[in-house]
């Protein structure tokens, strides 16, 4: 079997999600789809606007056959971490065939390019990278400079590709990360990559097509008539959502953080901090100086970002102190393998990739976790899910104890 995987958030799935699940399927002719899938919280280090397992369900509707939770270590963490998590699950499993993944450029070459110097590091690049690290530049400023400066000076045919373009979108970058990781691990999953449609990332506004997941948050967050939006989303996703206002579902935003963050913080004083990962270089003394007078999570990242500390990266470590990420050793757990794969969603076709793996692997799959389970990866995932329960009526503390894995009739 053909097997194929996109890594995801469907934050909520859209009509440029669809697009990509059906391309994918076209350029690698895949007999299986698996969707590798950030669960309650996402990289960008919000809430997901809609619990996992909705979104589960969006993706079984629009084409996806096995539905898999990127363990939340991962999916709350930088790029190179976020894509290291998933790519390693993904060459574990063994029985993945390629990737997909959108990008801005839309070709796979030059992403390699770039990310081979970047696995290999060949002295020159190394120094040029400790020099404008040197001037106070915040690392991915540092690390696309020190780039284009080993490109410029290098014998590379760079005719082709603008690769200062290239390094200064998200979505290429991430695609660069995705890259190293399938390097480092020798994999043989072959990635392939497609132009993304429509809006910017993190573009507000909703275009007449392909508008995107922050335009859509937005909508939805302003409670503005979903006709609007009704056109940007698959009828299936568009129908999930319009059940859940019916049933007064509270959609999730970081807002809803924000009082829980501030009471921890004010009790338990800027140490707590300090096990957190990226919680270095005195950044807990900021956060601490200023959220006793922030009135809202914007205005206390807004005032603690610095060149170094960019306003992502604050929000990733404001999100891991809400779940509890301070009760972890993290540097040493997201360097090491999961040991599982947690499945969310399936039909009779990701049944198959199941058994698939089971075969070949020696990945535990996990359908309904239970409370001998012991993994610290796993722990994190259930503690997620209790965290987002507090901003989440609709979701129980002990949901993940609780709920089975979806299993779609296609």
Not at 196 to 217: P, Q
Not at 243 to 252: A, D, G, P, R, V
Request: proline share 3%; glycine share 4%; aromatic share 10%.
């Amino acid at each position: 079997m053909n097997i194929a995987a996109i890594i995801c958030e469907y934050n909520p799935l859209h009509q440029g999600h669809k697009y990509q699940i059906e391309k994918t399927k076209e350029i690698t002719k895949c007999d299986g789809l698996v969707a590798l899938m950030s669960g309650n919280f996402v990289q960008r280090g919000e809430p997901a606007i809609i619990d996992k397992w909705k979104r589960t369900q969006m993706a079984l509707n629009n084409g996806i056959d096995l539905v898999i939770e990127l363990p939340i270590i991962y999916a709350l963490s930088s790029a190179e971490f976020f894509s290291h998590g998933a790519i390693s699950i993904l060459h574990n499993m063994t029985v993945i065939d390629s990737i997909c993944f959108g990008s801005e450029c839309g070709n796979i070459s030059p992403l390699m390019n770039i990310a081979s110097i970047l696995v290999n590091e060949p002295e020159a690049y190394r120094k040029m990278l400790k020099e404008y690290l040197q001037l106070g530049l915040p690392f991915p400023r540092a690390r696309s400079m020190a780039l284009m400066k080993f490109i410029n000076n290098s014998k590379m045919d760079i005719n082709d590709y603008n690769y200062e373009d290239i390094l200064s979108t998200s979505n290429n970058i991430l695609g660069i990360e995705y890259c190293k990781s399938l390097i480092k691990n020798h994999s043989s999953i072959v990635p392939y990559t497609i132009t993304r449609l429509g809006s910017n990332y993190n573009e507000e506004k909703i275009s007449e097509n392909y508008s995107s997941a922050t335009a859509i948050r937005k909508h939805l967050k302003e409670k503005k008539s979903l006709d609007i939006i009704k056109n940007q989303l698959p009828q299936s996703s568009y129908d999930i959502i319009m059940k859940l206002i019916s049933e007064n579902y509270e959609f999730c935003f970081p807002s809803k953080m924000f009082k829980y963050i501030k009471y921890k913080c004010l009790t338990e004083g800027p140490e707590s901090f300090l096990n957190l990962k990226d919680a270095n270089e005195g950044i807990h003394h900021r956060i601490f100086k200023f959220i006793s007078s922030a009135q809202s999570i914007d205005e206390l990242i807004q005032n603690i970002k610095t060149k170094r500390y960019t306003y992502s990266r604050i929000s990733r470590l404001l999100a891991q102190y809400f779940i509890g990420f301070e009760k972890y050793n993290i540097e040493e757990l997201i360097r090491r393998d999961c040991s599982y794969i947690r499945v969310l969603g399936l039909n009779n076709k990701g049944a198959e990739i199941l058994k698939l793996v089971k075969k070949n692997s020696n990945l535990n799959i996990i359908s309904k976790i239970n409370k001998n389970m012991t993994d610290p990866l796993l722990e994190l995932d259930i503690l997620s899910t209790a965290a987002y329960s507090i901003i989440n009526k609709a979701i129980n503390y002990n949901q993940d104890y609780l709920t089975s894995p979806i299993y779609f009739n296609s």
